[in-house]
């Protein structure tokens, strides 16, 4: 099963940017990094993904190593509606994602 | 799009009675996911649908554990003869395939919560 490392645990301040960091070593050349969070009583839900390149969207930004080997989620500017698990996935587009156990966020208000 | 249905949305059981949890996925979503998350981990994979057809099946789904898409849209998933250990939250996913990996995401529904006791 595909391995992600990232920090169990992570805590920012509200209207500061929040980095989140994972290692994907083991990433082959055709899988695609995904990142889902999950709030308090939800499912996961679908925050950002990319290949290659960095990617943007209105709920973050994702920051691609050029050896593919990591990534970075980037919060701008958090808010306490971001607090959350936040799991890194990679992949062969949707099929079977393997969650670890995430980077729980902390938003200080 | 009214999202991933998932019913009932908590279900509390004796030990040793059968269950059944429901998934209705997004209309046009091809492929269905079941997954199941105990406390302080992530979602772990049990089992996905391609329509109708049982693709998968992960070797934490015992011979207990069964599910069904029969016309490759709501999906069931039963569990006979509960045990203590099955208490978690059931979680079903869907999502569109043949548009491209690029496209592929999964959209998770709010889970149904089981309780053995």
């Known amino acids: 099963d595909a391995k992600t490392t990232q920090p169990n645990s992570m805590e920012s301040n509200e209207e500061e940017p929040v980095h989140l960091p994972c290692n994907h070593s083991?990433?082959?050349?055709?899988?695609?990094i995904h990142w889902y969070r999950q709030l308090p009583s939800q499912g996961p839900e679908y925050v950002i993904h990319?290949?290659?390149s960095n990617v943007n969207n209105r709920m973050a930004s994702l920051a691609i190593a050029e050896d593919r080997k990591s990534s970075t989620l980037i919060l701008h500017r958090a808010t306490l509606r971001d607090a959350a698990v936040y799991y890194c996935?990679?992949?062969?587009?949707?099929?079977?994602?393997?969650f670890g156990q995430g980077t729980r966020l902390t938003i200080n208000p | 799009d009214t999202g991933v249905s998932q019913n009932p949305r908590h279900k509390i059981t004796k030990r040793g009675q059968n269950v059944t949890f429901r998934c209705d996925p997004i209309?046009?979503?091809?492929?269905l996911y079941w997954y199941r998350q105990t406390l302080g981990q992530g979602p772990e994979f049990l089992t996905y649908?391609?329509?109708?057809?049982?693709?998968?099946k992960s070797r934490l789904l015992s011979d207990r554990f069964s599910a069904e898409r029969p016309k490759g849209s709501f999906s069931t998933l039963e569990i006979q003869r509960t045990e203590q250990g099955d208490s978690a939250m059931y979680l079903c996913?869907?999502?569109?395939?043949?548009?491209?990996?690029?496209?592929?995401?999964?959209?998770f529904g709010s889970g149904t919560q089981l309780s053995v006791l």
């Open positions: 083991t990433i082959s050349g055709t899988d695609y």
């Open positions: 209309s046009e979503h091809n492929r």
């Open positions: 649908f391609q329509n109708e057809a049982q693709l998968e």
């Open positions: 996935i990679h992949s062969k587009g949707a099929q079977k994602l393997v």
């Open positions: 996913a869907s999502t569109i395939t043949g548009t491209g990996l690029s496209n592929e995401k999964l959209f």
């Open positions: 990319g290949l290659t």
